[in-house]
């Protein structure tokens, strides 16, 4: 991940260079109808928000991209494929973040996702051999922590729908949580992403705190919601802010 | 409905065929982006998932399609309508949700809903004339429990908008709710769906229970949200589950 | 404005009239699928809702414009382009509407929406050169106001997100709100009618106060909630209702 890192400050090497390019995710009829829009865009968002160093650009490529597949924007996912590629996000990476969030965002997002995406990985020599399979071998299980996180879902919903209680454990905690071609973090990331995407604060508690444990700072997050703001709308992120403050203070004791 | 029940008991009599039917929903494009998720799907949601007992496949294919529906995800609408017309749900009664579903989701995810559908009807010879026409004999109302959610309603919200309870009360409650060709029983079934798709649990109380009155069972409603999981994506089921508690809870006493 | 009203009251002078106007956005497979659907379209949405005198004809396509817009529905939203237009609606306010609704519900949503919006424009001789540029005389600022929200947000948010304070305040607050193309009247009602579309009743207590202080009625405001419920789904306007009622018998005191 490092490496790509230092790809993407290449290419994003300067804040010019990175509008130029997040530019190219502005279709043009926005100039024709809009052109106030069109100044937002390009003075705002692409010239100073994506520039923006409290979080990286192959990090805002990768929200952003979790973001629009949450809200099923596939017209222009390929063009924010291309981009996340060029910001230092593997194909791998790609890979496991529409896999992760067809289980939380839903199926039909993550496929449609993948429909956007082919033609993309094809271009560039992206084959299904490149990219994780079925059964890698898995990061080691945090135990003392999916015990609890399994009794307090078992205990709160078992009478409802075992169905449920037994598909998180088994598909999701102990099988993709665990898939290493996406590190903790940033599975993290794109689910907090999702969760304030699909307006869903009432979600984010515990997966917030996940990602600040898997490494996701404060200053991360915050320019996270920041970002967001534009991708999602302003009110999703005024919805996301209040559990965001109760996170960030309830690590500080 | 029983007749396509028995239908739908032959079409998928094994789980096998069951999970290669379903396995028609899933764009080729999965397998080159994402081979894990093409594992997910096949192994997890179609081999196992569709084919649990606790809901019948006919009840999954209505289920899903109706979540689809709110979602707005026609591009691979057709495709769940073919199942679900092969599962046994009939044309009316695929025509009768999107009706439903107008009111309850929004017009424009019905009316798209509709130019997915069209074709496939064509296909297979469906015309308008088969279909339920604008004023069909209507089922009896129950009116206490209509005078008491009118009384409910309007107590609350005549001074906030006297159209919203005349047109809930005309349009809905003494006649889209009692069109006869779709189960009451079902109607709440898609609404509760559409309600859980739509990330709405602040609304499912009263549908929930109306669905358990109209004859869904527990099992039934327990087995839909875990379905509903893949489709709509799990956090939607997260925020739905505590809700489905309080009124299995409520029903027990 | 009042022009336009006037010119709108032409053109939707009979219900008739106005009925077979708002037909246009009907897809033709309604009727092949779903008879009744189209039915109640024609008779109940059509003929009746939109003929309601609580709020004009070019609110509603206005409202209606934005609801579309934040529910992603490009499919259809060149039609509705047109029926807004015809209604009164400029095509200054419609440039200044998806402006302001990338920032409210998501930039994604809005250049969907231009794109849809464009072969429009362009059939009827909207150029660019015609449209609200970036950098407009701004309308005057409320200071008292805007010191009391900026107090509010920043003492809530800063430890949180500072970016979010800034751009909200910099972006918003001193410079889209008081672009003058679209009425401050106008600007809220779009964004309550993106806020009940998105389903964010959460946010709208501070917006809907905002409109009625800008010019709202709360005969128009009723009426946007009865109209809305056939465009964003019943269960949408059945969470705001609450809060709009809340907020109409705070403004009694």
């Known amino acids: 991940m490092k490496r790509h890192l230092a790809a993407s400050a290449l290419v994003f090497a300067a804040g010019a260079a990175s509008a130029q390019e ?4 502005l279709p043009d009829a926005v100039g024709r109808v809009a052109p106030a829009l069109q100044a937002y865009s390009e003075n705002g968002l692409f010239g100073k928000v994506w520039a923006g160093e409290e979080l990286s650009t192959r990090d805002r490529a990768l929200v952003t991209f979790a973001a629009l597949t949450t809200r099923h924007e596939t017209q222009n996912l390929a063009t924010f494929t291309e981009l996340a590629l ?3 996000v593997t194909p791998a990476e790609l890979s496991e973040t529409i896999t992760h969030l067809a289980f939380y965002t839903g199926w039909g997002n993550a496929t449609a996702a993948a429909e ?5 990985f094809e271009e ?4 299904a051999a490149d990219l994780p399979g079925a059964q890698p071998e898995l990061l080691p299980l945090d135990e003392e922590a999916e ?5 307090n879902v078992s205990g709160n919903y078992s009478a409802v729908s075992q169905g449920v209680v037994d598909n998180t454990e088994q598909m999701l905690f102990l099988d993709l949580w665990l898939r290493p071609d996406l590190a ?5 990331m794109v689910t907090v992403a999702a969760l304030i995407a699909a307006g869903q604060p009432e979600q984010m508690t515990f997966h917030l705190n996940r990602a ?4 996701l700072t404060r200053e991360e997050a915050g320019a996270m919601l ?4 534009f991708y999602a709308g302003w009110p999703r992120v005024f919805s996301a802010l209040p559990v965001a403050r109760d996170v960030f203070e309830s690590r500080e004791n």
């Open 147 to 151: 015990a609890a996180r399994q009794e």
């Open 212 to 215: 600040m444990d898997n490494g």
């Open 226 to 229: 920041s970002h967001l703001a």
């Open 116 to 120: 956007a995406m082919a033609p993309v």
């Open 86 to 88: 060029d910001a230092g």
């Open 124 to 127: 560039r020599g992206i084959a």
């Open 22 to 25: 997040v530019g190219t995710t």
């Open 184 to 188: 903790p973090r940033d599975r993290s």
